[in-house]
């Protein structure tokens, strides 16, 4: 049994998925938070606290990570750990740190880092010759204006240190840029206490749908293990509505997209201990990198892969973070794709009807979650304010992604917001 310390994690899926990887792996954690009250909330219906899985909770600041190096290794000098892990971005730096700090494996801290801030990323790429968009870091008005005309419009505003969408929008206009500046202003503290790098990352708006490519590496070499779709939606913002894996793609772009993303990785320098999700888009002047996440996929897109493949991302994640061979064999699930669908409000107000007993029990289903009614509800800006999800695979082709979208058609038929 090995010893796992978790430093932070995100509230949504991933803190039951990873924790559950842990377990059933044979392997404990200490959980390690600087507010614990951020995580006791209800579990879903019919399972456990995830937290309640912990050998050990430690409240310490995981914020300021150089007063958190040589507390952590007062604690592993007393409970040892094997490995460490974090499922919630805004503390993936930490964890790199801490890791090399205490000799565990992993990714060293400065391709973290540089993964981590989409700013770097991009200049990272612009020198290794990486296709992404023309873009450009600017932190004064009169600077971001001006290299927003030299980009031209229609073009993309986001934050550099930002995650699930927030703040993310497209712009049209001067005007349109301003506000989207004035608005990002206004949150210079994210939602972990962190305070924000106060630049501002343009970029020219790509063409073409968007896919992820989902990579786990170790010793060495990155290995692929698919390609995902994706659907977006709440313009100007760009909300994930829904994924399906694999994706539906020939076999040339499935294939680019895959070569991209190796390159991302490798000029990154994420080749060893790492599991990503690298977002490209296929534009119609080839694929581009829209960004590297140095972690398992979120917004249930393991579970995706897991239903097709076998192979257990989150699992998968706790191996190399140990320093050990991840198993990445294919089973025959039964499947040959998975898809999910999200429920995204268009308005806010409360919710006071949403049923899903009308899909819950219909072939081919494998997940329903919804928000009970009560529920305060605002019109979706980012991955932030869903109302809930269907997941539902098809056991003969590709056609799970239209099975979820019949099946968000009747739920909404039955939501009511006032």
Known sequence: MAHLLVVESWVGSMSRLLPRAIRENGHAFTFLTRDLHHYLRSAPEGTAHPLLGARNIITADTNDIEALLPEVERLHGVLGFDGVVTSCDYYLPAVARIAERLGLPGPGPEAVQNACRKDTTRRVFDDAGVPGPRFAVREEWADIARAARDIGYPLVVKPVDLCAGMYVRRVDDEAQLAAACRALADFPVNARGQRRTPVVL????????????????YAGAVQVVGVTDKSVGGAPAFVETGHMFPAALPPADAKAAEQTALAALKALGLTDGVVAHTEIKLTSAGPRVVEVNPRPAGNRITELVRHVTGIDLA????????GRAPDLRHTDTGLRSAAVGFLVPGSSGTLEALDGMSVRDLPGVLEVQLAEPGRAVKAAGSNNEYLGHVMAGDADGLGARA????????????????
Request: aromatic letters at 2%; proline letters at 2%; charged letters at 30%.
């Open 403 to 418: 099975r979820v979208e019949t099946l968000l058609d009747g739920l909404r038929a039955g939501l009511v917001i006032r």
């Open 202 to 217: 343009l970029e020219e708006l790509l063409d073409g749908p968007e896919v992820s490519v989902e990579t786990v590496s």
């Open 315 to 322: 699992a998968a994640f706790v191996e190399v973070a140990l």
